[in-house]
Nanobody, 122 residues
Framework: QVQLVESGGGLVQAGGSLRLSCAASGRTFSNYAMGWFRQAPGKEREFVAAFSGSGGGTYYADSVKGRFTISRDNAKNTVYLQMNSLKPEDTAIYYC???????????????WGQGTQVTVSS
């Protein structure tokens, strides 16, 4: 059974940093597209950052480029999201996601974690 477990969320002041982790289990994810989405109160879930798959590129939403960095440790089946220069508008529940293909990430075939809350105070 596939499981994605996020950790690392919390409360931070604007300008601060957090690192989210997503531990994956149930299969080997080195060839999977993996990434992060977020959902703020009253808004739809939106893409944040992702790897396209083994040897593939990384992608970021314009709103986080230059501030967030996605990385992965295939030996640990873990994906990270380093978030720097956080802003109040980054406040959201952050979800880890995995899919067989980057084109499917965030859609019907995607595996999701339970989410971790990130709150940025002004």
């Amino acid at each position: 059974q596939v499981q994605l477990v996020e950790s690392g969320g919390g409360l931070v002041q604007a300008g601060g940093s957090l690192r989210l982790s997503c531990a994956a289990s149930g299969r080997t994810f080195s060839n999977y597209a993996m990434g992060w989405f977020r959902q703020a109160p009253g808004k739809e879930r939106e893409f944040v950052a992702a790897f396209s798959g083994s040897g593939g590129g990384t992608y970021y939403a314009d709103s986080v480029k230059g501030r967030f960095t996605i990385s992965r440790d295939n030996a640990k089946n873990t994906v990270y999201l380093q978030m720097n220069s956080l802003k109040p508008e980054d406040t959201a529940i952050y979800y880890c996601a995995a899919d067989h293909a980057y084109s499917g990430l965030g859609r019907r075939t995607t595996y999701w974690g339970q989410g971790t809350q990130v709150t940025v105070s002004s």
